[in-house]
């Protein structure tokens, strides 16, 4: 049995040293108040006991949690008031230098928490510790300098979690949408380097990921870009291409039709494109951005979003090379192909693709097997998301949060960002953001108001109006910032052409960002306050009632301020172990609702509940509804390589039900036996979560590739303890 120690450290656990500590609180009281040595071992005892059964590594703090509560079931008060002094006085004595154990625990690499915070670093990295230690010294400034005290408390309780603490104390914002058009049509600058419009599709596709890699380090969210930026300069490719096979004739006197030139021209169009394609899969891959990871990227696949003709057909070439690269995959240390984490993909299903008989059926078909081997992409449906946004359908910004739909072109707001691409009247996406997000824990509401149903919406309203002053504090720290902090944001085109020294403040408002109310936990929310699950129809209406009542908050703010306040499906990674541990040490052990160490993510079925893939994506259709902010559905599939009808069946049903939904499957790999099967998760003797190979039970994380899906990305660096119980219990949809 291990614990984790305040730096963040996991050491074995040593029953011992609660004995010591409770024998010094003894000494400090009268002999008539004093316990004998049996009641002192019995306590340890107690505590040794309630540590193993919390089926996870027990911090030091709630070990002293547990010491506290037994003293005071002996009536030993008097011991227990100097015992909590005690705790009191070295917590003050800690706080006045809160960093330094972390720190020095993440350079000694020995912190367990922060080795599986973020399933897409590797904390051993010396970028990834560095960027570590920045967000550290960020978060103790933010705790103890930058949020009030009363966010700060909800924070560090579970209550709400105030996301991205550890870049807050810069002037940044989450995710966007890059309108990598303006910058490649119009030019841009990187690193104080002038780029001019690029003269082929290869020298776009190479500007486009040197691009991805500034604002990636500019920014800690997601960042999407569209293929259908680049398919343009597939035309530009083709004219050079089709001159410079003309000279070539030429110059060797040889006689050849318009015809034979198109054709060998265009043969070295499809090499350019493969080459375009590849430098963007391997450089996003190979770059590293400042905070220590690969960008995360989201490549958007949208036939319809050029015109008919020979600019759809280009894109239809450069997204069939995109798919055939990425089932491919790419090859680890040991030179064998696996599923990479990025990009990320998503294909657009519509009526051009979707039915066996339409003109692009075929890339439907590719990237069903893709979705099979690889994990992506994921799929939105036109039909679906044209219903749910006004009549646009575009991208999300990076894995799941999306944009409000335009209000401000209809207003006559106008080119506020100054895009060199702006069309009088055209609605707006591309350059556009999201300012943060805060998420209320939904499970704590409910577990706060003990099933009493006026208690819960009060205690809504007041967990409510916590989200509300932190989102606030978000909001003020973008607001007086100067383009001059991320010149290639708010100067160069990818959200703006700001001038410089100019504040950015006006496009924080009128819907031209977001900022994000998340919300988690609503399954078990709805199990603790109506006893059963939220697919059960007599408990749907309460669940769709309370998503409704995070809507009106939304709106409510959104009148006040002029500021789009959007509801998030929050997808929770290293959060929904802290949320556990916070509902556990708050109100035990609930079955069905804090009996495990995560809770579920946004809106979703819980993962061990058995439903059927169609039926689950119905269900929750209704839900991506009501979280315009942000949502993603998924189905958890067996291997189906060699069975792409039931992709292309699952695919058809997320067209006709549902705005944007993902298919789970396994892509693992063992470096050790050559094994590329389900790499599967077993405790071992000390109660901890450990990934084995079926085939030679190798354990060592460093000898293996992992791909999971854990919050809309791919993460391969392995998860916290919570997160990796919940990929261990999810069940087959399919």
Request: proline share 3%.
């Amino acid at each position: 049995m291990k614990i984790i120690k305040r730096s963040g450290a996991e050491v074995e656990f040593d029953q011992e040293k609660i004995v010591v500590a409770i024998k010094k609180a003894n000494d400090s009281v009268n002999e008539s108040q004093k316990l004998t040595m049996e009641e002192i071992q019995e306590i340890a005892d107690a505590v040794t006991r309630s540590c193993g059964d919390m089926c996870r590594s027990a911090n030091v703090e709630e070990i002293q949690d547990m010491v506290e509560n037994q003293l005071m079931k002996y009536r030993a008060y008097e011991m227990a008031r100097n015992y909590i002094t005690y705790r009191y006085r070295h917590a003050l004595a800690r706080k006045s230098n809160s960093t330094d154990d972390q720190i020095l625990s993440l350079l000694e690499c020995n912190n367990e928490e922060v080795k599986q915070e973020n399933s897409n670093k590797n904390p051993i990295v010396n970028s990834v510790q560095r960027d570590y230690m920045a967000g550290e010294v960020s978060k103790d400034i933010t705790k103890r300098l930058l949020l009030p005290e009363e966010v700060v408390e909800a924070h560090e309780k579970g209550l709400i979690h105030f996301h991205d603490s550890d870049y807050f104390a810069q002037h940044m914002h989450n995710c966007c949408l890059v309108n990598l058009e303006d910058m490649l049509q119009n030019g841009t600058v990187i690193s104080e380097t002038m780029i001019d419009t690029p003269k082929s599709f290869s020298t776009a596709c190479n500007i486009a990921t040197q691009a991805i890699a500034q604002i990636a380090s500019s920014q800690y969210g997601g960042q999407s870009i569209s293929l259908a930026h680049l398919a343009p300069f597939v035309q530009v490719s083709r004219e050079k291409l089709r001159a410079e096979v003309r000279k070539e004739m030429e110059l060797m006197d040889i006689e050849v039709s318009d015809e034979k030139i198109n054709q060998i021209a265009e043969m070295r169009v499809k090499e350019e494109i493969n080459r375009g394609c590849q430098i963007m899969q391997y450089q996003v891959i190979t770059l590293m951005t400042t905070n220590g990871q690969a960008p995360f990227i989201t490549v958007f696949m949208y036939i319809d979003e050029v015109p008919e003709g020979q600019m759809r057909d280009d894109l239809a070439m450069i997204i069939e090379e995109m798919l055939n690269q990425r089932i491919k995959g790419v090859k680890n240390e040991k030179g064998v192909f696996i599923t990479p984490a990025f990009p990320k993909l998503i294909y657009v299903l519509e009526e051009d693709n979707i039915h066996e008989d339409s003109k692009y059926f075929y890339l439907t078909r590719l990237a069903a097997r893709c979705t099979a081997k690889r994990l992506v992409p994921d799929y939105i449906s036109e039909k679906i998301m044209k219903e749910l946004k006004s009549g646009d359908c575009y991208p999300c910004m990076g894995c799941r949060s999306f944009l409000t739909p335009d209000r401000f072109t209809e207003a006559g707001v106008g080119n506020i960002a100054n895009a060199g691409n702006y069309v009088e009247g055209q609605r707006k996406y591309y350059g556009r953001f999201n300012q943060g997000v805060v998420t209320i824990n939904l499970v704590d509401v409910a577990c706060s108001s003990e099933g009493d149903m006026y208690k819960f919406w009060k205690i809504m309203d007041e967990r409510l109006e916590i989200c509300h002053k932190a989102l606030m504090c978000r909001h003020n720290r973008l607001k007086g910032t100067l383009s001059d902090v991320a010149p290639i944001l708010w100067q160069d085109g990818a959200l703006a052409r700001l001038k410089k020294g100019e504040p950015i403040d006006k496009l924080l408002f009128d819907g031209y960002s977001t900022i994000s109310l998340g919300y988690a936990g609503l399954c078990e929310c709805t199990r603790y306050m109506t006893g059963k699950s939220h697919t059960d129809p007599t408990a749907t209406p309460f669940a769709i009632d309370v998503m409704k009542y995070l809507n009106d908050a939304c709106k409510k703010w959104k009148a006040e301020s002029n500021i789009d306040f959007s509801l998030y499906g929050t997808p929770l990674e290293s959060t929904t172990y802290k949320f556990a541990k916070c509902l556990q040490k708050r109100f035990g052990i609930i079955p069905g609702v804090t009996d495990k160490n995560y809770i579920t993510n946004s809106y979703h079925v819980h993962v061990t509940e058995n439903i059927d893939a169609f039926d689950k994506l119905s269900f929750e259709a209704q839900f991506q509804a009501l979280s315009p902010g942000g949502a993603i559905s998924y189905v958890e599939v067996p291997d189906l390589q060699d069975n792409l009808d039931a992709v292309l069946a699952v695919m058809r049903h997320i067209y006709d039900h549902i705005m944007y939904a993902e298919l789970n499957t396994k892509s693992d790999y063992c470096q050790v036996c050559g094994y590329d099967g389900e790499i599967q998760v077993h405790e071992n003797k000390d109660g901890k979560l450990i990934w084995e190979c079926p085939n030679c039970h190798n354990t060592d994380q460093d000898k293996m590739n992992v791909a999971r899906r854990t919050c809309g990305y791919i993460g391969t660096q392995f998860w916290n303890q919570g997160r990796t119980q919940e990929i261990r219990e999810r069940v087959l949809h399919l």
